[in-house]
């Protein structure tokens, strides 16, 4: 594959400092040299420009600077649209979760979009649902066209309605949604693969579903995920923890799934903390998940075809 790796170094959407690091340190835990080691065509394109912390402005209290995230959004979106324009693939490491809908909406430019969002949290809510204001928690809602008109259209990027149907939107690894998030999802129509499901089912039937789902009627599949999905005590670097998550095989298997697809459009890559990691692990991990997402294999067949059905 032809790659385009876009730095997006925010934290403007977060409640903790520190992940404007994340894309850094997925940097120096050797990303661009593994994944051309796999084979793959790699450019680090570098980082958008974000506005400086000490001019900056919280505003509506419910949509926590707003405006310097709305100027990141829009250049990560023009470098995500240009990295289509290309034929390569986009891959975008935050930097918080706010830039998924930069990302994605980009990708609905030109393609009809499936989305799995591999999260512990929904990241749906709305201004008006928000328990913390923070816009992290808000991106998959203004993709779905839900939320902030400004924040819905990117400050007049692109139409101020949705980028994506709901119906070819998949959560998967949800363990902490908050309760009117809850009935915006339900009423939405998006379907929520929880760690119960996992647990019942097991993460590769979990992810062969959300790969139905995501890629009916649609061009292909943009996974956006969270470091906070796995369980926090083998990735302790993330702002929002919540024990009870991914195993590092399961979020492996997840990862070479979507890969196996043939269907992905694009990833993002985001929340790790680097103020908060131990010694980068979660870099680390960050890096090796996306090897796994873009290709990496222990052996050419990993099936066993008599158990198939
Ligand atoms: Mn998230």
Redesign the pocket.
Known sequence: MDIEIIGAPIDFGAGRRGVEMGAAAIRIAGLVEKLAALGHSVTDVGDVDVPVRGHAVIGDPRLRYLDEILVVHRALAEAVAGTHSRGRFPLVLGGD?SV?LASIAATSRTHRVGVI?I???G?FNTHQTTLTGNV??MPLAALAGLGFPRLVSMDGWRAPERAVDPAGIVIVGARDIDPKEADLLKTAGVTVLSMAVIDRYGIGRVMEHAIHIAGTDTDGIYASF?L?VMDPSIAPGVGTPSAGGLTVREGHLAMELLSASGRLLGLDV??VNPVLDERNTTAELAVSLTLSALGKRVWSRETIPELEH
Do not use: F, N
């Open positions: 979760h998924g969002w999260d512990t949290h990241d992290h928690g969270d906070d985001v929340e």
